[in-house]
């Protein structure tokens, strides 16, 4: 009875103060108190991570397309803007690259969404540049594998 009544608190705490929440379960964690967990919010929390990681690397696949479209595309400012685009071109690779070195298997995920991802660069370039998205190529200007290659600039 104790241990349901801990089960509920702790489920009330989710909803009232999220942070205490997280540290009440971290302890009961290191504690291996494992019959006092809230296991429907920590399983849903420890999904949302997975899904956060998936956003957070689509999102830098997304503006790293979005940079390699305007340094191959937007010729009126390319000389002006080279710079910062490359720039900006080997940030989100090297993001992109420590993240699969955390986590390989995202490598998998980028390769279903490599397509969705390349034509919301796209439009993003598109918006950028004030060009019509049929200025970009409809697929993929380049393989994953060399879109990430660091030594490769279309």
């Not at 420890?46 to 390699?68: D, G, T």
């Not at 955390?102 to 969705?116: T, W």
């Not at 370039?125 to 060009?131: E, R």
């Given at each position: ?55 957070k690397i689509e999102s830098l696949l997304i503006k790293l397309f979005e ?50 991802c390349y034509q919301d660069g796209r439009k993003l370039a598109s918006k950028h540049a004030q060009l019509p998205f049929e200025s ?19």
């Amino acid at each position: 009875m104790a241990t349901e009544l801990t089960n509920q608190k702790l489920e009330q705490l989710y909803d009232t103060d999220y942070n205490l929440w997280i540290l009440e379960t971290v302890n009961k964690l290191q504690s291996r108190d494992l019959d006092s967990l809230d296991w429907e919010n920590l399983i849903e929390e420890v999904l949302e991570l997975s899904k956060q990681e998936k956003r957070k690397i689509e999102s830098l696949l997304i503006k790293l397309f979005e940079h390699l479209l305007l340094l191959k595309y937007w010729h009126s400012e390319k000389e002006r803007n080279r710079g910062h685009w490359e720039r900006e071109i080997t940030s989100f690779r090297l993001q992109i690259i420590r993240q699969l070195e955390d986590s390989p298997s995202l490598k998998n995920h980028l390769e279903n969404r490599f397509e969705q991802c390349y034509q919301d660069g796209r439009k993003l370039a598109s918006k950028h540049a004030q060009l019509p998205f049929e200025s970009f190529p409809a697929s993929a200007i380049a393989p994953l594998d060399q879109v990430l290659d660091e030594n490769w600039l279309p």
